[in-house]
Each structure stands twice: as C-alpha cells, then as structure tokens.
T-cell receptor, first 113, second 112 residues
Framework: AQSVAQPEDQVNVAEGNPLTVKCTYSVSGNPYLFWYVQYPNRGLQFLLKYITGDNLVKGSYGFEAEFNKSQTSFHLKKPSALVSDSALYFCAVRDGGFQKLVFGTGTRLLVSP | DSGVTQTPKHLITATGQRVTLRCSPR?????VYWYQQSLDQGLQFLIQ???????AKGNILERFSAQQFPDLHSELNLSSLELGDSALYFC???????????FGPGTRLTVL
C-alpha cells in the first residue's frame, strides 16, 4: 500500500529564514505526490504536485518541493518564511490505480516574527 | 476559494441520530471524494464517486453511505451516530485528466 510519513509534528522557523517540511514516501511504481496546507477552520488548499519530470516542483505562495527518488523524499521548501505561512501542512500520495489520496499525519509550521 | 461547497458548516447532534452532509463539486468536475479528519485517525479517505457511480471505498463504516446525483452533487449519510464519529468531513472534487483534488471547507460534526 502507498504511504507517506511526516517525521516532524512541528517545525519552528523565524520569519525571513528558509523553511523545510519533510516528507518521505513508500510506493510501488512511480509516485504521484502532493502537498496541501490547512489553515485554522479552513479546508485543505492544494500547493503543488509531482508526477514526473523535474525534481524541483514549484507551487503556490512561493512554495516548492524537491523530489528525491534515491531518498524516497518529497520535502516542501520555501526560501523565506512569512508569519502567514503558519499552518498545518500535509503530504499525500495517490494510491496506485485508485485516485484516492493517502495523507501523512501533518506537520504544524510555526513562523515567528 | 476552491469552488467546492459543503453544507452545513457545523452540525451538532446526539448519539443514535442520522445526519446528511452535502457537497457540490467544482463546475466540470465529475469525481467527488469524501474524507474524514479526526484527531486520532488523521485524514482518511471514505469513498469516491465518479459521474454518479461508486468508484472506490476506503475506511467507511457500514453505518455511513453516500451517493452522487445526476447534477453531480453528493451527499454523505451518517446514521446511528456515535461519539467517535465527531470529526471534520471534507469533500473534494477533480476532473478525470488532472490528478490533484480540490477540497471544500468541510463540515464539522459534533456528536454529543
């Protein structure tokens, strides 16, 4: 079965510093990977996806993610964090032939002023 | 705003009751997915419909059922509610040629 793991419950970073939110995956075949963000009392917002091609994927709000096949990782990055980036971030993988998404446990990002 | 709408936003009910959650997908999206988000289980896939037909089932209890209507809106029915059913229920939609799903704002269900 496809799965993703987010090893950090929380990531703390100062505003203006680069941020990384980690995700590792376990899939059979080629992975379809996603990042979503959830703000308080809001639904999940799609940030970016990796299907194939360039290992560096650019997404919304200045976020990008690096796909690393040898390390089976798909880490979310941003060069300069904003306080408004504080939210819950989910990594997800599409489950093979089905289109359902399998989510990680989420990582809370806290950006301090 | 993703374009996916869900009603109601909040629902408070008692154990043993039945509720219906409604979802309208984005215009043109044929697939609807239901997910449950709870503190102990995280985000879990429940069920998918495509153009009116059930396509995939996940960890959906027998007390739960769903359907997708000809106008493509979907309803999730939860019956014989238990305290443990308290959660956020999300609906998402997608088009066949795109892999990303777009989520609605969710319905927060509280079972007392």
């Amino acid at each position: 079965a496809q799965s993703v793991a987010q090893p950090e419950d929380q990531v703390n970073v100062a505003e203006g510093n680069p941020l990384t939110v980690k995700c590792t995956y376990s899939v059979s075949g080629n992975p379809y990977l996603f990042w979503y963000v959830q703000y308080p009392n809001r639904g999940l917002q799609f940030l970016l996806k990796y299907i194939t091609g360039d290992n560096l994927v650019k997404g919304s709000y200045g976020f990008e993610a690096e796909f690393n096949k040898s390390q089976t990782s798909f880490h979310l990055k941003k060069p300069s964090a904003l306080v408004s980036d504080s939210a819950l971030y989910f990594c997800a993988v599409r489950d093979g032939g089905f289109q359902k998404l399998v989510f990680g446990t989420g990582t809370r990002l806290l950006v301090s002023p | 705003d993703s374009g996916v709408t869900q009603t109601p936003k909040h629902l408070i009910t008692a154990t043993g009751q039945r509720v219906t959650l409604r979802c309208s997908p984005r215009s043109g999206d044929l697939s609807v997915y239901w997910y449950q988000q709870s503190l102990d289980q995280g985000l879990q896939f429940l069920i998918q419909y495509y153009n009116g037909e059930e396509r995939a089932k996940g960890n959906i209890l027998e007390r739960f059922s769903a359907q997708q209507f000809p106008d493509l809106h979907s309803e999730l029915n939860l019956s014989s509610l238990e305290l443990g059913d308290s959660a956020l229920y999300f609906c998402a939609s997608s088009v066949p040629h795109r892999v990303e799903q777009f989520f609605g704002p969710g319905t927060r269900l509280t079972v007392l």
